[in-house]
């Protein structure tokens, strides 16, 4: 069976969020305080896998972890061992993590061990000083180590960088020469105006159009046809090995291509992230509703699945999003 949302857009890819937890802070993401779940609002990871089942029944192939911090999740390898074991004999095609990477030094073995051969990590920064600031009092060594020790186990990782006004914009070509040297992929993000964190988000904002007509001055980028299920659209160099990825959300929209929804950790399935409509599963996994009709509750969520987003930022619009980033992860 294959999926297909109300504007014929098929969809293969889920991403769940297991936590709303982070052992970090992102400027851009949480506020400096936040009230976090408690543990019986949250699925568990029966409940989790689950719904992963129904979603994989009705035709998805890739399923994303991730949070706050999925490696922060009790028990998360469990979960992905149970995913694992569906991988090749159901429709399930890949298992894959956006980490902080705090803690990959010592998953990554296991997370290798459980059917897991590429990882998405956050790294907006590669100077100590200004990863505490940003993550508001991260250690960059410890994601460092994590990279080394997720690429010496044969996991392959993709930087994810968010482009930050006045605080990473003189770092892109570093960051592309960098990971160039350790045979990773890079992609920029644009900040997105999800809840307030204290900061106006038109400060922030850096729009990557203009990123990268600087950049292609230096790195003459030929576009490839590289599709990894995601919105990035991906540019090689004759003077690089690596791809260079942008996502642009507010430059240049990429809803059209759309193929996913997102799970909360509270099993809220929004449709699009930058909406705030969404259904919500709890109350069928709990109070044993058979799978035929959570399997209804999908099709109907995906007949409401909005056309696109509609991210603004400038100064005089507050953001319309009415939560952080955590709550559905990217
Ligand atoms: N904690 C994990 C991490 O940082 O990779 C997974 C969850 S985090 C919410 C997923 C991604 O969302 C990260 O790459 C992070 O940089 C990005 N992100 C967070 N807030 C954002 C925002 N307002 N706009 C754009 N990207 C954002
Ligand atoms: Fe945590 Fe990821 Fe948000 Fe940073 S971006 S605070 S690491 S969830």
């Not at 408690?38 to 089942?53: P, Q, V």
């Amino acid at each position: 069976m294959k999926l297909f949302d109300q504007f014929n857009r098929k969809i293969n890819y889920l991403r769940v969020s297991v936590t709303d937890r982070c052992d970090l802070r992102c400027l851009y993401c949480m506020k400096e305080k936040m009230t976090f779940l408690s543990k019986k609002e949250i699925l568990t990871l029966e409940e989790i896998e689950r719904l992963c089942d129904n979603f994989i029944d009705l035709g998805v192939k890739k399923i994303r972890l991730t949070g706050g911090e999925p490696l922060v999740r009790k028990d998360i390898i469990k979960l992905i061992n149970k995913l694992n074991l569906k991988l090749g004999n159901t429709n399930l095609k890949e298992i894959t993590l956006t980490t902080n990477g705090s803690l990959l030094s010592n998953f990554a073995k296991q997370l290798k061990d459980n059917g897991i051969n590429r990882i998405n990590v956050s790294l907006d920064t590669i100077i100590e000083k200004k990863f505490k600031k940003i993550t508001r009092f991260g250690n960059l060594k410890k994601i460092l180590n994590g990279i080394d020790e997720a690429q010496k186990n044969n996991i392959i990782v993709k930087i994810n960088t968010v482009a930050i006004k006045n605080f990473n914009e003189d770092e892109f070509i570093n960051l592309i020469e960098w990971s160039n040297k350790r045979n990773i992929d890079i992609t920029f993000i644009e900040v997105m105006p999800m809840d307030e964190t204290g900061l106006d988000r038109h400060l922030q904002f850096v729009p990557l159009d203009k990123v990268f007509e600087k950049l292609n001055k230096q790195f003459d980028f030929y576009k490839i046809n590289k599709n990894t299920g995601g919105p990035s659209v991906y540019y090689n160099s004759k003077n690089l090995d690596n791809n260079i990825g942008f996502i642009t959300p507010l430059t240049n929209n990429f809803c059209d291509n759309c193929n996913r929804v997102r799970i909360t950790s509270t099993g809220k399935l929004f449709m699009c992230l930058g909406q705030n409509d969404y259904v919500d599963f709890k109350d069928l996994l709990r109070k044993d509703y058979s799978d035929e009709t959570i399997k209804e509750k999908i099709l109907f969520a995906l007949n409401i699945k909005p056309k696109k987003h509609d991210f603004i930022i400038d100064k005089n619009t507050k953001p319309y999003m009415k939560r952080h980033m955590n709550v559905t992860g990217g």
